[in-house]
């Protein structure tokens, strides 16, 4: 274990050192650009967009580094993992957007560092309401849906420990009974929620960093209330990134729709089979009994005038067993079929 560890740790350093140099690169890019060219101004966004956003999840790592948690996928990506074992969407959901919000606040103040004025010190935490409301929206899913799955674990036993089943990405969208609608029109509306918070930053982030400080303080205060009709949603001056109020609303509702779902009690393909299992062995054993019956009964006497068989007593007799064999014969149908949807 030791020789591993020590094998792991030159990886680990020049992981490190690659980073550092990208963070360092990111720097003297973003300082050395012009942004009155339109063309530079576009890669300088996108540049401020990744070295905040890498630096974000560097300071994850280093948090989890800190713990003990010294690979990636062991250390950030736990965080991404319910109850069950899998892969979380809800959690997902979570950290996606608080890795983002702070994200916004590194930008922030990479702008305010990198301002000709070199106006750090005009920095203070800023947030938009709706951006404050998605991440409580996120956060009330995961703390419901892990009440719901803890809620399950006490009702059904048979649900694996964590632990025992292996997360995939597949999970994401992946519900009981396979593709889950709920998860993926989840996923679509925080992806491009995401995308045009993103869009509303980049342009905050590059008039804080060509403003002077008369323009900043106005920047810094400038919030955007779609309810007040004095509000112009075209000004000169870029709001705080935001997301309308309609679209919380309408994310409300898709996160509604996906913990709602799982309080409404489900089947299980592997479940159903089961059942569908032990009814065939049931149904077999019950038409061997009858074949059994019948063939014990017509070797002592046979149908006819004087016989206490007579022709009607047979004839049900047979119509019960080709019934059973019906009932057999569906049941070995519906098993191949969720077999062969299963597999």
């Not at 149908?303 to 019960?320: E, F, L, M």
């Amino acid at each position: 274990m030791g020789l591993i560890t020590a094998k792991r740790q030159p990886r680990v350093l020049v992981l490190n050192l690659i980073v550092l140099a990208a963070l360092s690169f990111g720097f003297y890019r973003l300082k050395r650009m012009d942004l009155t060219d339109r063309s530079v101004g576009l890669f300088w966004g996108l540049d401020l967009i990744l070295l905040s956003l890498g630096m974000t999840i560097l300071l994850f790592y280093l948090v989890t580094v800190i713990f003990g948690f010294t690979t990636f996928k062991k250390g950030v990506l736990n965080f991404l993992i319910g109850d069950s074992g899998t892969y979380s969407l809800s959690r997902l959901q979570a950290v996606a957007w608080a890795v983002l919000i702070m994200s916004c606040q590194i930008a922030l103040i990479i702008c305010l560092c990198c301002n000709k004025d070199l106006t750090f010190k005009m920095y203070e935490p800023l947030f938009s309401e709706s951006e404050i409301w998605l991440l409580g929206l996120s956060l009330g899913s995961t703390i419901a849906v892990k009440s719901i799955t803890v809620k399950n674990g006490d009702v059904n036993p048979n649900v694996p420990a964590t632990g025992v089943v292996r997360p995939s990405l597949k999970d994401i969208l992946n519900g009981e009974n396979g593709l889950d609608f709920t998860r993926c029109q989840m996923l679509i509306w925080t992806l491009l929620a995401m995308v045009v918070f993103l869009s509303k930053a980049f342009y905050f982030n590059q008039a804080v960093f060509v403003h002077h400080k008369d323009g900043i303080d106005d920047l810094l205060n400038h919030f955007y209330n779609e309810y007040n009709g004095q509000v112009r949603p075209h000004a000169e001056l870029p709001y705080v990134p935001y997301l309308p109020w309609s679209f919380v609303v309408l994310m409300g509702m898709s996160q509604g729709v996906y913990v709602g779902k799982k309080l409404v009690p489900s089947f299980k393909l592997a479940d159903v089979r089961t059942d569908k299992q032990q009814q065939l062995v049931f149904q077999k054993d019950q038409l061997e009994k009858k074949r059994t019956i019948l063939t014990g009964i017509m070797k002592v006497t046979q149908p006819g005038k004087d016989s206490v068989v007579d022709q009607r007593s047979v004839a049900a007799i047979n119509q019960d067993i080709n019934d059973t064999q019906s009932l057999i014969d569906d049941l070995t149908g519906d098993i191949n079929q969720i077999n062969a949807y299963i597999s």
